[in-house]
T-cell receptor, first 113, second 111 residues
Framework: ETAVFQTPNYHVTQVGNEVSFNCKQTLGHDTMYWYKQDSKKLLKIMFSYNNKQLIVNETVPRRFSPQSSDKAHLNLRIKSVEPEDSAVYLC????????????FGPGTRLTVL | QQKVQQSPESLTVSEGAMASLNCTFSDGTSDNFRWYRQHSGKGLEVLVSIFSDGEKEEGRFTAHLNRASLHVSLHIREPQPSDSAVYLCAMRDSGYNKLTFGKGTVLLVSP
């Protein structure tokens, strides 16, 4: 049963455009994450938020900015996308910062032409 | 340097035969290792999460952890075509509660 929801499923855009992805979890969790999965299926953490506060910000370009209105939502905005941004972006949540289990959404596939 | 290495890159097994996947990690400081499955176009599904050396079984999935050899494996008993997917090994960085993933093994189970 899906409890981490992501929209859109797919997005195709051109270089230089701005895109925004949404993530919502209905699990009542405090912590949310954004991962990037490249064409070779390698998953890397991008951001972690705990109770709307940024906890981890891996080395990602500044054009990426997470946005959290409440602890159930963590959106991702990319200003001026570039070809290397083409990937699947996966959102996840965990009960709290110390919890081991992370629950993943289905992902948003971004294609930059 | 990749901290989590998976092998093989791809694996084809016949339905009912045991499937074995391997993962080696660069250091033994992680407190948790897990295996995920990802069907095409879908999110990640956790299969087994293991903390201590030894074996952990979850249904048809068994993980073996050996910290001394920096190795964790996944064995799938009686695989079915519906098990065809990408299998990802991950280790948890306890300091930051972040997961570091391997590149995955593509498993194909033929009828």
């Amino acid at each position: 049963e899906t409890a981490v929801f992501q929209t859109p499923n797919y997005h195709v855009t051109q270089v230089g455009n701005e895109v925004s992805f949404n993530c919502k979890q209905t699990l009542g969790h405090d912590t949310m994450y954004w991962y990037k999965q490249d064409s070779k299926k390698l998953l890397k953490i991008m951001f972690s938020y705990n109770n709307k506060q940024l906890i981890v910000n891996e080395t990602v370009p500044r054009r990426f900015s997470p946005q959290s209105s409440d602890k159930a939502h963590l959106n991702l905005r990319i200003k001026s996308v570039e070809p290397e941004d083409s990937a699947v972006y996966l959102c996840a949540s965990s009960r709290d910062w110390g919890s081991y289990e992370q629950y993943f959404g289905p992902g948003t596939r971004l294609t930059v032409l | 340097q990749q901290k989590v290495q998976q092998s093989p890159e791809s694996l084809t097994v016949s339905e009912g035969a045991m499937a074995s996947l391997n993962c080696t990690f660069s250091d033994g400081t992680s407190d948790n290792f897990r295996w995920y499955r990802q069907h095409s176009g879908k999110g990640l599904e956790v299969l087994v999460s293991i903390f201590s050396d030894g074996e952990k079984e979850e249904g048809r999935f068994t993980a073996h952890l050996n910290r001394a050899s920096l190795h964790v494996s996944l064995h799938i008993r009686e695989p079915q075509p519906s098990d065809s997917a990408v299998y990802l090994c991950a280790m948890r960085d306890s300091g930051y509660n972040k997961l570091t993933f391997g590149k995955g093994t593509v498993l194909l189970v033929s009828p």
